[in-house]
């Protein structure tokens, strides 16, 4: 055989190898392709899904690539107002045959995604605030959201429902979670409690993926140890205050304040008041305790909208701050505002009507409210959670008044400077009265079984009215002295009433208040 036919047999041999290779690579790829619609299908079953997610699993013939796309449906979470029409509620999405135990028996060898005990978790909690009209303003709906297996990162092995940031981080806080770590940007997210527990990973070309469990069980089980869970009031003022953010009463166009922590009290100090006395009395109450915060605490029943909604008689809200009660809380503190009132009234400084808003019209709704409700309205009650809706109501009522009122004298001066006034002098309230008390001259001797300074740090609140109304006229307002003492006696009753209607719930520590209304993607898988 010559060197040319040589050759060209070689070169047939080589060129059928390299078919050969070409054939077997693209018989890999189908294969491949098959493999992965196969597995992708798969994972969108009923074993997995569960059976309402899993019958919105389809598939779709890709000519191109001769082989089937998966299709699968899953939900978005988000918290909604008011209700859009293309949400769907959680319990919606529930199967017919339960949830629980039977999730057990849909998914014997932990197949099912997590994020339906989630759903199922968040559903148990919200399904008892609804029982209470009106209709919170904060509600998980769920969005249904399609995507194609073709596009799940390597890393995920089962579909993932989606929400952002900041709903997870208000809706573990609602179920009871407490945040032990929250660093987004790190990757690391971690909350628990005694039934839930939440804990993130970052997934590559996705981000963060949770994982969540349950530790008591079935719902059957929980529901059966805790019939009634705690409940509290839903909306999007709330929402703001587990992220330590004071939103403003809108009826008086207050401005949205942080105070989560005390350098986010600092700065919203500088904002209110540029001379920095404000945030310098404050730093001089916390030189020995950082978490004192008497007197600076006053500013939110002052600046706070009215969260409880007739004719519910849920009241419980998240304190936006560390210590949220202040003197506007004790009992003690209402007995030694009215004697003080009472000696006001009777001098010649006594002002309006006491059929509106004056200081005769606070004077007689106190007693008008003493009279009717007893230790409820300024003393201890005896269960805060059985007070009726009329307590509520006739407080809410008086509150109103007070709103008019302010919004009537909006022209001569600002609401928020009168507060401003308050929050520069009652941090050193304690301080006086505790050296009074040291130095045995005080001028408020009825404890009522309470700390001894309490009492007198009301009083020294009206000690310092020559104060308010020497910062009121700095600020330029040509209004007298007796109209500036009658607004801030209104403000501090308007502080009672506030105080008296709602209950705070611990909130340590609040979540960074950059995250509020933040958009990150976070996934569940």
């Known amino acids: 055989m010559d060197d040319g036919k040589r050759v060209d047999i070689a070169a047939i041999i080589i060129g059928s190898a390299i078919a050969f290779a070409g054939l077997l690579i693209a018989i890999g790829q189908f294969l491949s392709q098959i493999f992965g619609s196969v597995e992708g299908y798969r994972c969108c079953q009923s074993s997995v899904l569960g059976i309402f997610w899993s019958k919105k699993t389809t598939t779709r013939w890709r000519w191109t690539q001769f082989r089937y796309e998966v299709l699968f449906t899953t939900p978005e979470i988000v918290l909604v107002q008011p209700t859009p029409p293309s949400a769907m509620f959680i319990s919606d999405s529930f199967d017919p045959v339960g949830s629980g135990q039977d999730s057990d028996k849909i998914a014997p060898f932990n197949e099912l995604v997590c994020w339906i005990p989630f759903l199922e978790s968040v559903h148990e909690h919200h399904e008892n605030l609804q029982k209470c009209p009106p209709p919170f303003d904060s509600v998980p709906m769920l969005f249904e959201r399609r995507r194609s297996w073709d596009f799940m990162p390597p890393d995920v092995i089962r579909p993932y429902a989606s929400t952002t940031l900041s709903d997870i981080a208000i809706l573990a806080r609602r179920m009871g979670m407490v945040w032990t770590e929250f660093k987004p940007a790190e990757g690391v997210l971690q909350a628990q409690s005694n039934e839930h527990v939440l804990t993130s990973t970052v997934v590559r070309g996705l981000g963060l993926m949770l994982s969540y469990r349950r530790l008591s069980g079935s719902r059957q089980v929980m529901l059966t140890k805790h019939s009634v869970p705690r409940t509290f009031v839903c909306s999007t003022q709330t929402d703001m205050m587990w992220f330590g953010i004071l939103p403003g009463n809108t009826e008086l166009k207050l401005p949205d304040l942080g105070i989560g922590t005390n350098e986010d009290v600092q700065n919203t100090l500088m904002q209110l008041d540029p001379t920095g006395r404000a945030g310098k009395v404050l730093k001089d109450l916390q030189h020995n305790d950082p978490r004192n915060w008497h007197g600076i605490c006053d500013i939110v029943p002052m600046v706070a909208p009215w969260l409880r909604q007739s004719p519910s008689t849920i009241n419980p809200y998240p304190r936006p701050c560390p210590y949220a009660y202040g003197l506007t809380w004790y009992c003690v503190a209402y007995h030694a505002f009215y004697d003080r009132l009472r000696r006001h009234n009777g001098t010649s400084k006594a002002t309006g009507p006491d059929d509106r808003p004056s200081t005769r019209w606070v004077q007689k709704t106190y007693e008008a409210l003493h009279e009717r409700f007893g230790e409820e309205w300024d003393g201890i009650s005896r269960d805060l959670d059985k007070r009726g809706v009329a307590f509520f109501d006739t407080l809410e009522h008086y509150y109103e008044e007070t709103t008019r009122y302010f919004l009537d004298k909006a022209p001569q001066f600002s609401y928020m400077d009168l507060v401003t006034a308050h929050l520069r002098e ?100």
Not at 470 to 490: F, L, N, P, Q, S
């Open 426 to 525: 009652a941090p050193r309230s304690h301080r006086d009265a505790q050296r009074r008390l040291d130095s045995n001259t005080l001028h408020w001797k009825n404890f009522m079984n309470d700390r001894p300074w309490r009492g007198e740090a009301m009083v020294l609140y009206w000690e310092y009215m020559p104060n308010y109304v020497r910062y009121m006229r700095g600020r330029g307002y040509k209004c007298d002295d007796a109209t500036v003492e009658e607004a801030w006696i209104i403000l501090v009753f308007r502080a009672f009433l506030w105080q008296r209607t709602h209950v705070g719930l611990a909130n340590e520590p609040a979540l960074p208040s950059r995250f509020y209304g933040s958009g990150l993607p976070v996934y569940i898988g």
